[in-house]
């Protein structure tokens, strides 16, 4: 039997980045894989309506993020098991209704993720995947959440960016406290020379929050075609590699490997 954990224990971690295309989903399904094969217990929840972190369950139908935040389906009733001690509630292609429903009914609306999560106390470590258009569905998840994890991509200007959007969820979240626990530049092509100043660049203005980059890797896109972790499609790539090192530094530094 698996003990119950503390609720100050459990980690709820969004991986947000305003901008698409910076490796938030790719980041969540193989975090939360790495995680699960280190026996943790893992729920990641899409909250995309283009639902690619759902895509790692392959063919299924029942409820979604949708139908929980419209208040058609409990929570529990919407987690599929991905693989062991990872498990997955989907999104659909109706997720916006469900963004112009808490619009409709208002401050309690928004808090039902917040409180639906208060159940799994069974899960060590939620995992919010987000989508780059900020929605009230996006706005839910955050208030849910305790922890951010920004995957970022190493473009002209990453810094200015990066202070804007967290400008924007101060605006945003009022009162609400998220914890940014690591900036992690991703899919990194460490062939081209601005590639090592924009690192220098994040370091110097984000200091240790900045993680062990995770570098470009053609295993990435080719698992994602089988609907594979890195993990499952080649353990030893560079992406596996890079990727271990983001989840030991985050979440295992107490812990001993294996
Ligand atoms: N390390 C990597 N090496 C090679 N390709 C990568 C890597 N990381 C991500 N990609 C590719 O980049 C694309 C965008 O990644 P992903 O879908 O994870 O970004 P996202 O931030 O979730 O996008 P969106 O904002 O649309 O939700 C995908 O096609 C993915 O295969
Ligand atoms: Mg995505």
Same mark, same amino acid.
Request: aromatic share 6%.
């Given at each position: 039997?698996?003990?119950?954990?503390?609720?100050?224990?459990?980690?709820?971690?969004?991986?947000?980045?305003?901008?698409?295309?910076? =490796?938030?989903?790719?980041? $969540?399904? /193989?975090?939360a894989?790495?995680?699960?094969?280190k /026996? #943790?217990?893992?729920l990641?929840?899409?909250?995309?309506?283009? =639902?690619?972190?759902?895509?790692?369950?392959?063919?299924?139908? =029942?409820?979604?993020?949708?139908?929980?935040?419209?208040?058609?389906?409990?929570?529990?009733?919407?987690?599929?098991?991905?693989?062991?001690?990872?498990?997955?509630?989907?999104? &659909?292609?109706?997720?916006?209704?469900?963004a112009?429903?808490?619009?409709?009914?208002? @401050?309690?609306?928004?808090?039902?993720?917040? @409180?639906?999560? #208060?159940?799994?106390? #069974?899960?060590?470590?939620?995992?919010?995947?987000?989508?780059?258009?900020?929605?009230?569905v996006?706005?839910?998840?955050?208030?849910?959440?305790t922890?951010?994890?920004?995957?970022?991509?190493?473009?002209?200007?990453?810094?200015?960016?990066?202070?804007?959007?967290?400008?924007k969820?101060?605006?945003?979240?009022?009162d609400?406290?998220?914890?940014?626990?690591?900036?992690?530049?991703? /899919?990194?092509?460490?062939?081209?020379?601005?590639?090592?100043?924009?690192?220098?660049?994040?370091?110097?203005?984000?200091?240790?929050?900045?993680?062990?980059?995770?570098?470009?890797? $053609?295993?990435?896109?080719?698992?994602?075609?089988?609907?594979?972790?890195i993990?499952?499609?080649?353990?030893?790539?560079? $992406?596996?590699? &890079?990727?271990?090192?983001?989840?030991?530094?985050?979440?295992?530094?107490?812990?001993?490997? =294996?």
């Amino acid at each position: 039997m698996k003990l119950q954990k503390e609720e100050s224990m459990q980690r709820r971690v969004s991986i947000f980045n305003m901008k698409g295309g910076t =490796g938030k989903s790719t980041l $969540a399904v /193989n975090l939360a894989h790495a995680l699960a094969l280190k /026996n #943790q217990s893992v729920l990641l929840i899409d909250c995309d309506l283009q =639902g690619n972190a759902s895509s790692i369950l392959g063919e299924r139908t =029942g409820p979604t993020l949708t139908d929980i935040l419209t208040g058609n389906a409990q929570v529990s009733q919407a987690i599929y098991q991905a693989r062991e001690n990872f498990a997955v509630v989907p999104a &659909d292609r109706q997720l916006n209704t469900a963004a112009n429903y808490i619009v409709s009914k208002g @401050r309690k609306a928004y808090s039902v993720l917040h @409180r639906a999560v #208060q159940d799994l106390s #069974q899960y060590d470590i939620l995992l919010f995947d987000h989508s780059p258009s900020y929605s009230t569905v996006t706005e839910a998840a955050l208030l849910a959440s305790t922890e951010l994890l920004i995957p970022c991509e190493l473009a002209p200007y990453p810094i200015e960016g990066l202070l804007g959007m967290f400008n924007k969820l101060q605006d945003e979240l009022d009162d609400h406290q998220l914890a940014i626990i690591g900036i992690v530049p991703f /899919n990194v092509d460490l062939r081209y020379n601005m590639t090592h100043q924009y690192i220098e660049e994040l370091q110097t203005t984000f200091k240790d929050k900045v993680t062990p980059l995770v570098r470009t890797d $053609a295993a990435i896109p080719k698992a994602q075609a089988y609907r594979q972790t890195i993990f499952e499609y080649d353990a030893q790539s560079k $992406a596996a590699q &890079d990727i271990q090192k983001v989840v030991q530094h985050l979440f295992l530094g107490g812990m001993t490997n =294996g």
